[in-house]
């Protein structure tokens, strides 16, 4: 992807699809990257409501589950998605960075054995819900999970903004925003993609190795096909790529019996640190 005019284009130029919300304000001083979720049913009908005046709300993307991109405002312009705000001193975040909502239920309210309700009423199978503690909580609770398409396309436009705007930091709407709000939550791996787009030591993952004999998968979850290769060894080193609830994408190192360049999904709970 490139970004040509303050507008995302897809590597062919043609640019993702774009629909304008009246939401915005003047000339934006972007120095920071903001991540939300949008705590609705789906893309479309996220988008439909930031476009419309009486949500006083928007965005300058909206990514889709499926990892697809909606432009809402250029990058140069202010959107209102950060409210009040503040973070190292500036308060305002709206007219200091670029928003990013991704298609994600939020918080969810546990409804009967393996089945989850969210705020508007739609139901959710106990594979999508991550149960965790928020960073300023005390108490866990059910959290949709992000896909890994989501994590991907989140990543590789994050990478871009980052460079092309020289933005500083990286951050949630609970850290300019703590108590009011929550998104995007323990679900989404902010601090991994901090660290993959920023590269600051302090955030680098630990070097972790199979804890016992665990295959690799496609996809996150034991539905998924398993991948040439499997079963990893016990202390196989992988690096994590990205997460999803407990499922981890991991790179795995090169070795006797294991194919090259190998990549797949393990469960987070059979990793533990090397050495």
């Keep these: 992807m490139k970004i040509l005019r303050h507008k995302l284009h897809h590597d062919d130029r043609e640019p ?20 939300h979720y949008t ?16 949500a006083r709300a928007s965005a300058h993307l909206c990514i889709g589950r499926d990892g697809s991109i909606v432009q809402l405002a250029p ?12 973070w190292n001193g500036i308060k305002g975040l709206n007219r200091h960075s670029i928003g990013i909502e991704l298609d994600n239920a939020g918080r969810l309210k546990r ?25 300023h909580e005390v108490e866990e609770a059910g959290w949709h999970t992000f896909t890994p398409e989501q994590i991907r396309a ?15 930091d990286v951050l949630g709407h609970d850290d300019i925003s703590p108590g009011r709000k929550s998104d995007p ?40 096909e398993r991948l040439e290769g499997s079963p990893l060894a016990p202390g196989v080193l992988v690096e994590v790529v990205e997460e999803a609830a407990d499922w981890r ?15 797949g999904w393990v469960h987070g709970k059979f990793l533990r640190e090397s050495g």
């Excluded at 705590?39 to 009486?54: I, M, N, Q, T």
């Design 249 to 263: 994408l991991v790179d795995v190192s090169e070795g006797e019996g294991r194919p090259a360049d190998l990549q």
């Design 39 to 54: 705590a609705g049913p789906d893309l479309d009908s996220s988008v439909r409501w930031l476009c419309r005046k009486e």
């Design 185 to 224: 939550g323990p679900a989404f791996p902010l601090e991994s993609l901090r660290a993959r787009l920023l590269g600051r030591e302090e955030h680098q993952p630990p070097t972790l190795e199979t804890s016992t004999h665990l295959n690799i998968r496609s996809g996150p979850g034991t539905e998924f």
């Design 75 to 86: 990058f140069n312009r202010v959107t209102w998605h950060a409210g009040i705000s503040r």
């Design 111 to 135: 409804q009967g054995e393996g089945e989850w309700t969210s705020w508007f009423g739609r139901r959710y199978p106990e594979e999508e819900v991550a149960i965790d503690t928020h960073k």
């Design 16 to 35: 993702v699809r774009l629909e304008r919300t009246p939401n915005k304000g003047g000339n934006l001083d972007p120095r920071f990257l903001v991540i």
């Design 154 to 168: 989140t990543l590789e436009v994050s990478a871009l903004l980052v460079d092309h705007y020289g933005l500083k």
